[in-house]
């Protein structure tokens, strides 16, 4: 072969090893830039989704909450589980498209727990809420649905006589505060 023939073959190979390495190096920026944007757009969903929860989240607790203190402070009639049963079911319906999928679950438990309290009759509801130990059911029942909720919108710090400690999950917080009351036991 001449050596004008292999000139040209060397050529050739720098310009096939230069279209490739171009085509490799634009690929890379693509995906690079591809991983940016889902990135970006998962980003913007999940703060979507905090400002819609941040919005009306507030309203399901406090209907939470509140039924929470009224059982402790007053007799509960079965006109009164019905009404606040209604009045969840009602926020749920409009707003638990937000739920995560744990809060969903939590929610589902309180739910049917309900559920089993108005098919009860006065009397029944009466003679059940006597008992100090099925208030505290029904209350800490609520509040894992109140933990939910809150774990939904971040809210994992708790300050106590221990100091500031973080959690994941309001679970975590829970667990923590019932090993602790054991450990006094």
């Known amino acids: 072969m001449s050596q004008e023939v292999i000139a040209a073959f060397i050529a050739l190979g720098g310009v ?4 490739i390495a171009s085509a490799y190096i634009s690929l890379r920026q693509t995906n690079t830039e591809l991983q940016k944007l889902k990135s970006e757009i998962a980003q913007t969903y999940t703060d979507k989704l ?5 919005k009306f989240y507030p309203d ?3 209907l939470l909450t509140s039924f929470a203190k009224k059982i402790w402070k007053e007799s509960i009639s ?7 049963d209604s009045q969840v079911n009602s926020w749920n319906s409009k707003y638990g498209i937000l739920f995560s ?3 969903n679950i939590v929610a589902y438990k309180f739910y049917r727990m309900m559920d089993e309290l108005v098919d009860k009759t006065e009397d029944e509801v009466r003679e059940m809420f006597m008992l100090n130990e099925n208030k505290a059911n029904l209350v800490r029942s609520i509040s894992e649905l109140e933990l939910a909720l809150k774990s939904d919108i971040g809210i994992y710090i708790a300050d106590n006589k221990y100091g500031k400690e973080e959690f994941r999950s309001y679970q975590e917080l829970t667990q923590a505060v019932t ?5 006094k036991y």
């Open 78 to 84: 079965i006109e009164d589980l019905m009404e606040f």
């Open 101 to 103: 999928g744990n809060t």
């Open 50 to 54: 905090l400002e819609e929860r941040l």
């Open 179 to 183: 090993n602790r009351r054991m450990k």
């Open 16 to 19: 096939v090893f230069s279209v």
């Open 60 to 62: 399901g607790y406090y």
